[in-house]
C-alpha cells in the first residue's frame, strides 16, 4: 500500500445523529425504524493529511446498544474495517473505544493496529490543561480509567499538584473530566470560578454550569495548512463537534500512526504508557497539529 491510509470509526451518540447518518448514506429505511443492520455500515467522509489519506465510517448503533451487545459492535466494527480497505490502521471514536476489550478483539480479528484514541485525547487534555492552570493544583475526575490516571501523570510530571479523584473538588479552581460515562457531577459541586476541562462523553456535569464556570473542551486541536477533507467532511466536522477548523484529538490518532508508519498502536486495552502519550503528542506537534482553548459554556 503506498500511500498511508487510515480508518476511524465512529457511531451516534443520539437518535438524530443516526438518522442524519442515514441521509448521508442513503439509508432511507432507517429513517422510518431506526432498526439498522450490518449493511448500514457506511463511510460518512474522507479526510487527509500530507501524504496520509483517511476514512470516516459509521457504525450505525447507540451507546446503549454497543454496550448491551458487545459481540454484534465486535462484528459490526470489523465489517467497518473491511469497507475502509486497504488500510494500515484503524483508530476508535466514542464507546467504541471501549467495548469488545478496547480495541484488542478488533485488532485480533482484522490482524492491523487498532488504536483507541486514548493517548492523544490524554495529551490534548493535559497540555490544555497545564495551560489553563498556570501552576495551580488541579482535580482530575475519571481516575479508574486509562485517560484521567494518564492526564494525572503527566500533570504531575510536568510539576503541577494533582488530585485524583477527590471527594470534594469545591477547592479546585482547575478540574479536568475524564469519566468514561458522563453525568458524574453536580454543578454546584464546582468551585464558583472554576475552569473544567471536559473530555467526557456524555459531558462530566450533570446539568448546566453555574454562572461564573467555565467549560472547555478537551481534546479540541486546531486544524494546520494542509488539512483535507470532501464536502461531506466540512459537514462531519460541524455535526460531530469538530467546527469548521478544528478536529478533535482522538481522530488524529491512527492518521499520525499511519503517517509515522507505527507497527504498534499508541493506545490499547486498559493501560494506558505516559510514554505513548508524549511520543503521540510530539510526533501531532511536528506534523503542526496544536491544542487550541475552545470553550463550550
Known amino acids: 500500500m503506498s500511500t498511508p491510509r487510515f480508518t476511524f470509526l465512529v457511531h451516534p451518540l443520539v437518535p438524530a445523529a443516526r438518522r442524519l447518518a442515514a441521509l448521508r448514506t442513503g439509508r432511507v429505511r432507517m429513517l422510518a425504524t431506526e432498526r439498522p443492520t450490518i449493511d448500514d455500515v ?20 447507540l451507546p446503549d446498544e454497543l454496550l448491551a451487545d458487545q459481540a454484534r459492535a465486535l462484528e459490526w466494527m470489523e465489517r467497518a474495517v473491511q469497507i475502509a480497505a486497504p488500510v494500515g490502521h484503524v483508530g476508535l471514536g466514542s464507546v467504541l473505544a471501549v467495548v469488545a476489550g478496547r480495541g484488542t478483539a478488533l485488532a485480533e480479528a482484522c490482524g492491523l493496529p487498532v488504536t483507541t484514541g486514548n493517548a492523544a485525547t490524554a495529551w490534548a487534555a493535559a497540555s490544555i490543561t497545564r495551560r489553563v492552570a498556570n501552576g495551580r493544583a488541579v482535580a482530575v475526575l475519571g481516575g479508574r480509567g486509562a485517560v484521567g490516571r494518564a492526564v494525572a501523570d503527566v500533570l504531575a510530571a510536568d510539576g503541577l499538584a494533582v488530585a485524583l479523584d477527590p471527594d470534594d473538588v469545591s477547592g479546585y479552581e482547575v478540574v479536568v473530566g475524564a469519566h468514561t460515562t458522563g453525568g458524574v457531577l453536580a454543578p454546584a459541586a464546582l468551585h464558583p470560578r472554576a475552569t473544567l476541562i471536559d473530555v467526557a462523553l456524555p459531558p462530566t456535569l450533570s446539568g448546566p454550569p453555574p454562572p461564573g464556570v467555565t467549560v472547555l473542551a478537551g481534546e479540541s486541536i486546531a486544524l494546520p495548512s494542509g488539512w483535507r477533507r470532501d464536502g461531506w467532511g466540512h459537514l462531519f466536522h460541524l455535526v460531530a463537534g469538530y467546527g469548521w477548523t478544528g478536529v478533535y484529538a482522538c481522530l488524529l490518532e491512527p492518521l499520525v500512526a499511519a503517517r509515522l508508519g507505527r507497527a504498534t498502536p499508541f493506545a490499547q486495552g486498559r493501560r494506558l504508557d505516559v510514554a505513548a502519550v508524549r511520543a503521540f503528542g510530539d510526533a501531532a506537534e511536528s506534523a503542526g497539529f496544536l491544542p487550541r482553548i ?3 459554556h
Open 42 to 61: 457506511a463511510v460518512l467522509c474522507r479526510v487527509g493529511f500530507g501524504e496520509v489519506e483517511g476514512l470516516v465510517v459509521g457504525v450505525p448503533l
Open 294 to 296: 475552545r470553550r463550550l
